[in-house]
Nanobody
Framework: QVQLVESGGGLVQPGGSLRLSCAAS????????MGWYRQAPGNQRELVAA???????TYADFVKGRFTISRDNAENTVYLQMNSLKPEDTAVYYC?????????WGQGTQVTVSS
């Protein structure tokens, strides 16, 4: 069973930075897409950023210029560097990985942006 383990969330002041990491365990194949979603209370889960195995990256408009996604295919790891954080970025961030028709999710990591 593939597991995605996230780390790096926490509390940060507006304008600050955080780096999220997600590592896949028990996987013996390269994921097609790896990315990050987020869900704030009362809202639907939404795509933040994604990166395919060829390195093509997709970003939600609300994070363009502030967040950067990267991945290490050899380690099946994906990162999200978040800069210039805003209070509206507060949410639970979930790692996602897809292989064929299968999708895997991490347990989520809380990011809180508050002064």
């Amino acid at each position: 069973q593939v597991q995605l383990v996230e780390s790096g969330g926490g509390l940060v002041q507006p304008g600050g930075s955080l780096r999220l990491s997600c590592a896949a365990s028990r996987s013996f194949f390269r994921f097609d897409d790896m990315g990050w979603y987020r869900q704030a209370p009362g809202n639907q889960r939404e795509l933040v950023a994604a990166c395919n195995s060829g390195g093509r990256k997709t970003y939600a408009d609300f994070v363009k210029g502030r967040f950067t996604i990267s991945r290490d295919n050899a380690e099946n790891t994906v990162y999200l560097q978040m800069n210039s954080l805003k209070p509206e970025d507060t949410a639970v961030y979930y790692c996602n990985a897809e292989w064929g028709s299968s999708a895997y999710w991490g347990q989520g990591t809380q990011v809180t942006v508050s002064s």
